[in-house]
């Protein structure tokens, strides 16, 4: 039988806190909340109560907020300290929560430091035979250590005793007050006896024991020994009533109005669940482990179905389930036309039905009534695929959704992954799952699916999200479903005509090259071309920066080099016709569908951290618009017979909401008159009507400064110097004041919240702006300029589209949306609708939301998308 008695811990919480946080370098999760403080406390805890399985514990906190008895003895107590760091602050809450969560008992007394509730519960405990452990680094409570009372500190793995106390200060624990009362303590500005140090406060108080009894006894110091006792006892005489103070300023009581009630601090364990959703938050995956006994994914019971009789009795336990989650694995990542390989479906509890080989005849039949149940709330991760997917095959998906991946993106636009797998690693404190097969994969994320949802709509609810995940998101992407299912008619004939023109330029170009280099070599190759460029043709080499491999031949260098030789021009010629002909001429056939003969695009919701459009398989929002190669490829995107292509584009929008955003009278006047706003600030800036080289250089300025361009990039883009450049920003934001205050306020918002936000509330996380790296801040204070402008915009061409949709159907029109590029939509109506439905359009999207400035959309009717733009 053990005869260790029973131990009462006493975390030193403020102290330790502080601790960490000057400990750990700066840290933040992926959003930017600081957690090193949280961290190094939460390491401690973890340490503590890993190795010594306290019985009794409290964690005791400064309550503060009112004037303690040092306060009312001596004004000047801790004047000198500097307001809590803001990087502390914010991860106060946090402490909190994880103290709550760990389930330890807290404590903190109004009026009264935690010093002192430490030392009271330590002497009560110990009047009641308990061991009393002090955790703490703080060298001020080795004058509470006694037999039955000692300090641990976790950091150094450092235990104190009364014989440490007596090794490290020299005398006893009770004399550490008088010690700190001759030397002072500059932390806490207990000012002590000018003159006097450690040393010799030390020698004072094993030679007279007390501050007291040495004023008394100032006639002994002559013959004490003490070295410069003579200008000790000037001293002593001098601040003898400081010294008084001081000693009492440094003693820490032990009878404040607390009382030591050991049920209250017996500790029962964490609360796990909310421990786990907390380190999940805060992105401490290996303390979740260690702290929280990290939640293992479910366990999962699979029903195999392979066949509709199969299918439809696995589905029969799930039918009245009020949600059912679903996800589908597919051959390739086109939705609209990959073979749908298996589909999990899962309800709250019962087994996950694997659906296998559902393009089977008569197996999707048994899953149509449950995928088409009004009542019924789907749960996915990518629903918007799935809705494409069971389109395509004669399902329809119905009822109330939830697609976590949407929520994850909505909480956070710079997360890495949005699968099921991660988002459970980081909401609920799960593992993500060893390697396995794909069946048991999706089985696996349907099951996820359940727990994930209330978590993540909870999360949006309470930073405000909920409005732009419901409103704005969610029903976008079933229009983007059906934007992908109707597709664009291509003309492949015509992209075969082009591609054999190109591919007899290209032959033509490399036959210059090899001229102008003097002699053949492989164009694609960096290393020959490096060689032709420098060795061969000894081209200068100034300002070119060098990679791993070699010096740069990336299109700056090769622009920059095209003013002293022809050959550089040629290759960026060779490159860009290379890239459109294996790109877009030669690809694009290839992606038609031989189904619809239409070509199907994929849109991304959830990668641009900006909150923009994506697409993919194939990407159609890089076809270059200006060069005559880009506008052949865009004339092959043609309406269907009987059909007309409509093109409405917002007109200057990024900077229609930067008016709105910085609220510039100037800028704001400009647009309410329908000025063209770049030969506007060519006027203002350059101070001439302008030329097509002072609009482009206004364009420069227009576009480039609210994205931070700096004076280097500024005079590369209007070819002229840097101070040239300078002085045309200074210009700039003179004529502008409100652009100006904007891109401060902004900035500074976004340095003190962590974040930035878009109209319709979308934010962005710049952790990068706690970066110990000039050049990486520089980047984040850019991103908060950008975003809320490019944001905005994205915005509001996504609201266009649910607007645009939504008018269309109620007008009765046929007319579809076909795509979304940029700051464009695409919409396919029949001939004789095309007007009445560009019409409808134009005025919709001018209306869709109301800023400080007239929103503008440019519309055009044609047969092809080049006639349009």
Request: hydrophobic share 45%.
């Amino acid at each position: 039988m053990s005869t260790r008695r029973q131990r009462l811990y006493l975390i030193d919480a403020s102290g330790y806190v502080y601790r960490a946080f000057h400990a750990l370098p700066p840290l933040s999760t992926s959003r930017g909340v600081p957690t090193n403080a949280v961290l190094g406390f939460a390491r401690m805890v973890a340490k503590l109560l890993r190795q010594e399985r306290p019985d009794y514990v409290a964690v005791v906190f400064d309550a503060g907020g009112r004037e303690t008895f040092r306060d009312a003895l001596y004004e000047g107590y801790k004047a000198s300290r500097r307001p809590t760091p803001a990087e502390l602050r914010a991860q106060l809450p946090y402490l909190r929560r994880l103290v709550e969560a760990l389930r330890l008992p807290v404590l903190a007394e109004p009026g009264v430091e935690a010093d002192d509730v430490i030392g009271t519960l330590a002497a009560q405990a110990e009047a009641a035979g308990l061991e009393t452990v002090i955790v703490t680094g703080d060298k001020d409570m080795m004058q509470l250590v006694t037999e039955r009372t000692s300090l641990y500190d976790t950091m150094h793995e450092r235990r104190i005793g009364p014989a440490e106390v007596c090794e490290r200060l020299g005398v006893e624990p009770a004399q550490v007050p008088e010690v700190l009362g001759l030397m002072g303590d500059p932390s806490d500005d207990i000012p002590g006896v000018r003159g006097i140090g450690e040393k010799t406060a030390v020698a004072l108080v094993r030679r007279f024991g007390t501050v007291d009894r040495l004023l008394q006894h100032l006639d002994e110091l002559a013959t004490s020994g003490i070295r410069g006792a003579q200008r000790v006892r000037e001293a002593l005489e001098r601040d003898a009533a400081a010294a008084r103070l001081s000693a009492e300023l440094a003693r820490i009581r032990r009878d404040v109005p607390v009382r030591l009630d050991l049920e209250e601090l017996r500790w029962a364990g964490p609360d796990r669940e909310r421990l786990r959703a907390l380190l999940a938050e805060l992105e401490m995956f290996s303390l979740l482990r260690e702290l929280g006994g990290e939640s293992a994914p479910p366990h999962v019971a699979i029903a195999r179905a392979d066949d509709a009789a199969a299918t439809e009795a696995a589905l029969r336990g799930i039918a009245a389930a009020p949600a059912v989650a679903i996800v589908a694995q597919f051959a390739s990542p086109r939705p609209t036309t990959a073979r749908l390989e298996a589909i999990a479906v899962a309800g709250p509890a019962d087994p996950v039905v694997l659906v296998i080989a559902p393009d089977a005849r008569g197996v999707l039949a048994a899953l149509a009534p449950l995928a088409g149940d009004l009542a019924v709330q789907k749960l996915g991760a990518d629903l918007k695929a799935l809705r494409v997917a069971f389109a395509r095959r004669g399902l329809t998906l119905a009822g109330p959704a939830i697609d976590v991946a949407l929520a994850s993106y909505c909480l956070d636009p710079s997360r890495p992954d949005h699968s099921p797998a991660a988002l459970a690693e980081v909401f609920l404190g799960q593992p993500r799952p060893a390697a396995t097969d794909a069946d048991s994969a999706i089985c696996a994320a349907a099951r996820t699916l359940h727990a994930l949802a209330p978590v993540l709509l909870d999360r949006l609810r309470s930073e405000g999200l909920e409005p732009l995940f419901r409103d704005l998101e969610m029903p976008l992407a079933e229009v983007l479903a059906e934007m992908e299912l109707a597709g664009i008619a291509l003309d492949v004939e015509a992209l075969a005509q082009l591609s054999g023109e190109l591919a007899e330029r290209l032959d033509a170009l490399m036959s210059e090259i090899h001229a102008l280099a003097g002699g053949p070599f492989n164009i694609g190759s960096p290393a020959q071309l490096r060689a032709v460029l420098f060795e061969r043709l000894g081209l200068s080499t100034r300002g070119i920066k060098r990679g791993k491999t070699g010096l740069s031949t990336d299109v700056d260098v090769l622009t920059r080099l095209a003013r002293e030789h022809p050959l550089p021009a040629k290759i960026l010629e060779w490159r860009q016709l290379a890239k459109l002909k294996t790109t877009y001429v030669d690809a694009l056939p290839a992606l038609v569908d031989p189904v619809t003969g239409r070509l199907h695009t994929c849109f991304n919701q959830t990668v641009a951290v900006t909150g923009r459009l994506s697409s993919s398989d194939p990407n159609l929002q890089n076809i270059p618009v200006r060069s005559e190669v880009g506008r052949r490829i865009r004339a092959a995107f043609v309406a269907a017979p009987g059909w007309r292509l409509i093109s409405a584009d917002y007109s200057q929008i990024e900077l229609r909401v930067l008016a709105h955003l910085a609220n510039d009278a100037a800028l704001c006047a400009a647009f309410a008159r329908g000025d063209d706003i770049h030969a506007a600030t060519a006027v203002a800036v350059f101070g001439h009507l302008p030329s097509a080289e002072g609009r482009r250089m206004a364009k420069v300025m227009n576009y480039g400064i609210v994205y931070g361009m700096g004076a280097a990039r500024a005079a590369r883009e209007m070819n002229v110097s840097v101070a040239e450049a300078e002085s045309y920003i200074a210009q700039y934001l003179d004529r502008y004041p409100g652009v100006r205050a904007f891109m401060q306020r902004t900035v500074q918002e976004a340095y003190e919240r962590g974040w930035v936000a878009t109209v319709l509330g979308r934010r962005r996380y710049l952790p990068e702006l706690r970066s110990a790296d000039g050049a990486v801040r520089q980047f984040a204070e850019r991103a908060a300029i950008n975003t809320p402008i490019q944001g905005s915009a994205a915005d509001l061409i996504k609201l266009a589209m649910l607007h645009v949709r939504q008018r269309l159907a109620g007008a009765g029109l046929r007319a579809r949306l076909l795509l979304q590029v940029h700051d464009e939509l695409v919409i396919e109506a029949p001939d004789d609708e095309a007007e009445r439905a560009a019409r409808l359009v134009q005025a919709t999207m001018e209306a869709v939301w109301p800023l400080a400035v007239p929103l503008r959309v440019d519309v055009r009717i044609g047969a092809h998308w080049a006639e349009v733009h």
